[in-house]
């Protein structure tokens, strides 16, 4: 069971919260080719370690905010705005 | 190759070795396959001795005659996915394509017992779905005439023959009313293990060598890019060909090969009951909670329920998602709220978006992939085998994997089974 710090609310239980996978997804161009594009909407990092990702607080605030989250032990290293650059652990 | 024909001739497994080796204490039995080291090269190097790894070897080898083949497991056989599933064997998907793969598999396992020489223990007992409102009913309608149309064994029935199927269902649950459902009677289980068990001995008998506690760490490739061979914990593994079929881990083995893939690792959690006398004799599934039980040969109930929903390398699962799967199991089916459960796990499963396997080649030229399967890749271990063999020997795409490929997610040919057979994610 993840205990997760909404930036607006504090520590909730994690069946508070919707995962909306991972962040900091760059939409390209509209003129890149359909491997670009195809790239874009489908391919993902889906590490083994520390991974960068967007959370609803969706029985809370429904406010959007990310975090880092390593994918083996679920420990979560950082939350920070949804507008903000990658914070945490690198990879 | 010490003591074994390269090809089996003699049937080891029968009723009659049984009595023999009965008379003389069971003093002749050989290990089902053979513990190797690996050679320095092989035609074709699998990675990852799953059920899908295990019968690439077995159909290269029987199909395409291609036996210098070798299968790398991280662990042992069977201690990844195909020990961790719920054994689910069904074909009742929504597009052409999927049905094509899907009823492929279901017939090669009515089969597959006298094929392998190994009791897998297939049992096609029938799978009933149940519905809880009219959405679901005529969603259940839309699914069972676009099944139909392509000849797969579904109908609908009332509520009524479902609590006739399903006794142990509360069907007049206050906030889970059964309105009726749908079937199909060719579906059912088969002993896991005894699936990887049987593909690893058949496969062995035809030369294949099976190497367990060897991880892959590397690929070696030539100047001109195409894949040479793979580094692994028993030293580099020459190879002309090589197949990545690991499931939940091929995002890590894509990425070691420098590219990148549409699939998200989450855990699918398992559980299993103490042993009881007899109560379920179908595979019994609910729409409403995504719960689906079955009842093991020992007795046990084997449940799961829907995926935990954030990417996890974990093999444990998280405790929400089991109290709800617990909970909904307990309610919708009173008399097991008392049954003790014995065990619980998880399994990585590699989620696409459209919920349809990835079966094709990679940008690594000599590489090929196997993956994708999601929820759903214990049912379709033979097919997929079969049509990656034929891929990996002919260079071609057998034709009802041509359309499982990559390009799928630059072209949009999705075959959307998330959407279409109502996977419940």
């Avoid at chain 2, 049905?99 to 392998?116: N, Q």
């Avoid at chain 2, 289980?189 to 506690?213: E, P, S």
């Avoid at chain 2, 890590?252 to 590219?259: S, V």
Wanted: glycine fraction near 12%; charge should be positive.
């Amino acid at each position: 069971m993840l205990l997760i710090k909404c930036p607006f609310c504090g520590e909730r239980d994690e069946i508070e919260f919707r995962c909306g996978g991972e962040s900091h997804i760059q939409r390209p161009a509209s003129d890149v080719s359909d491997e670009t594009w195809g790239a874009y909407l489908f391919a993902r990092e889906n590490p083994r370690g520390v991974h960068f990702e967007r959370w609803v607080h969706h029985a809370g605030c429904r406010q959007w905010f990310n975090l880092a989250r390593d994918t083996v032990t679920h420990e979560i290293r950082s939350v920070y705005p949804i507008t903000a650059p990658r914070r945490g652990p690198s990879q | 190759m010490a003591g074994y024909p390269a090809r089996a001739t003699v049937k080891e497994y029968s009723a009659f070795r049984l009595l023999v080796e009965g008379l003389r204490g069971h003093t002749g039995w050989k290990p089902t396959w053979r513990a190797v080291e690996p050679k320095p090269r092989y035609d074709v190097v699998i990675i990852g001795g799953g059920g899908h790894g295990l019968a690439t070897a077995y159909y290269l080898a029987k199909n395409h005659g291609v036996r210098n083949v070798a299968v790398l497991e991280r662990g042992w056989i069977g201690q990844g996915n195909t020990g961790r599933n719920t054994t689910v064997i069904r074909s009742n998907y929504y597009y052409p394509e999927s049905i094509a793969l899907f009823d492929m598999s279901v017939k090669l396992y009515e089969g597959l017992s006298r094929e392998l020489n190994y009791n897998v223990m297939f049992s096609p007992r029938g799978m009933v779905i149940a519905g809880h409102s009219r959405h679901d009913m005529e969603l259940m309608n839309r699914w069972a005439g676009a099944m139909q149309a392509y000849g797969v064994d579904v109908g609908l029935i009332s509520a009524d023959e479902v609590k006739r199927r399903v006794p142990a269902l509360d069907t007049k649950n206050k906030r889970w009313p059964v309105w009726g459902g749908f079937t199909q009677g060719r579906a059912g289980t088969a002993r896991h293990d005894a699936v990887v068990w049987g593909y690893a001995h058949a496969a062995d008998r035809l030369g294949v060598d099976i190497i367990q506690n060897c991880e892959v760490t590397d690929f070696r490739k030539a100047s001109n890019g195409h894949v040479v061979g793979v580094e692994t914990s028993k030293g580099v593994i020459t190879a002309d060909k090589v197949v990545i079929s690991v499931a939940g881990s091929s995002s890590l083995l894509a990425e070691r090969a420098g590219f990148r893939l549409p699939i998200t690792s989450y855990a699918l959690q398992a559980f299993v009951s103490e042993p009881v006398k007899p109560v379920l004799d179908v595979v019994s599934w609910s729409l409403a909670t995504g719960i689906y039980v079955s009842q093991s040969d020992k007795g046990g109930l084997v449940f799961g329920g829907p995926l935990d929903l954030y990417n996890s390398y974990a093999q444990r699962g998280n405790f929400p998602t089991a109290i709800h799967a617990v909970g909904a199991l307990a309610e919708q089916y009173p008399s097991f709220g008392r049954v003790r459960i014995l065990r619980q796990w998880a399994g990585l499963v590699d989620v696409v978006h459209d919920s349809s396997p990835i079966l094709d080649e990679t940008p690594v030229p000599g590489l090929y992939i196997n993956c994708g399967w999601g929820t759903g890749g214990f049912k379709a271990i033979p097919a997929g085998g079969w049509v990656m063999a034929h891929h990996i020997a002919t260079g071609k795409p057998h034709d009802i994997g041509k359309p499982f490929n990559r390009k799928r997610f630059e072209n949009g040919r999705l075959i959307d089974e998330a959407a279409g057979a109502g996977i419940a994610h």
